[in-house]
């Protein structure tokens, strides 16, 4: 059974940092694509980076680059998403993503419950 468990998400001032983990289980991260997206109040969800299945390059939505990092720890089957320097307009609910890979051409799509991520002052 597939699960991803965001957590790590709270309440910070601009310019803050905040380090947002996603524990997954029922697979391996090396078979799919995972990776962050966040939902503002009505505002449609966007991504904002993730791993890529076939070589593990990564992606940053152009609103993070040089402020976002992701990571990943294959042992803790894990990935982060450490944030630093946030701006009120960081403000959202943050989902862990996979689309996990059972065979080259057959695939499924997961999310986790999200973390509400605040900043303000």
């Known amino acids: 059974q597939v699960q991803l468990v965001e957590s790590g998400g709270g309440l910070v001032q601009p310019g803050g940092s905040l380090r947002l983990s996603c524990a997954a289980s029922g697979f391996s991260l090396d078979n799919s694509h995972i990776g962050w997206f966040r939902q503002a109040p009505g505002k449609e969800r966007e991504a904002v980076s993730c791993?890529?299945?076939?070589?593990?390059?990564?992606y940053y939505a152009d609103s993070v680059k040089g402020r976002f990092t992701i990571s990943r720890d294959n042992a803790k089957n894990t990935i982060y998403l450490q944030m630093n320097s946030l701006k009120p307009e960081d403000t959202a609910v943050y989902y862990c993503n996979a689309v996990v890979y059972y065979s080259d051409y057959v695939s499924d799509d997961y999310w986790g419950k999200g973390t509400q991520v605040t900043v303000s002052s």
């Open positions: 791993f890529s299945r076939s070589d593990g390059s990564t």
